[in-house]
Nanobody, 120 residues
Framework: QVQLVESGGGSVQPGGSLTLSCAGS????????MGWYRQTPDKQRELVAT?????????????RGRFTISRDVNVSVNGVKFTVVLQMDGLEAEDTAVYYC????????WGRGTQVTVSS
């Protein structure tokens, strides 16, 4: 079982920055794709960024060049713990949404989400 907890959401003015962090645990997560999605009340959940086990990154066109995803996986005798970070720079009003951490793709595990609001 993979457990995910997001943090770092909040309110910021256009052009500002936020850092989202997702802390998780679970041995099955070590080899899985990790990523961030977002959703607004009037749209379906959409992919923001993903990162593979090997560190390959992919971004939605609407965030490319502004957002950066990274991951850190720690394997010890106490189990597997990991962090997935989404650094968001140059935020725009259109980035306002609930952001969800994901492990294993759309059929995988989800966090509860964290609200990001970009407004002047």
């Amino acid at each position: 079982q993979v457990q995910l907890v997001e943090s770092g959401g909040g309110s910021v003015q256009p052009g500002g920055s936020l850092t989202l962090s997702c802390a998780g645990s679970g041995v099955s997560a070590r080899g899985l794709l990790m990523g961030w999605y977002r959703q607004t009340p009037d749209k379906q959940r959409e992919l923001v960024a993903t990162i593979t086990v090997g560190g390959d990154k992919d971004y939605a066109d609407f965030v490319r060049g502004r957002f950066t995803i990274s991951r850190d996986v720690n394997v010890s005798v106490n189990g597997v713990k990991f962090t997935v970070v989404l650094q968001m720079d140059g935020l725009e009003a259109e980035d306002t949404a609930v952001y969800y951490c994901n492990v294993g793709g759309t059929a995988g595990n989800w966090g509860r989400g964290t609200q990001v609001t970009v407004s002047s």
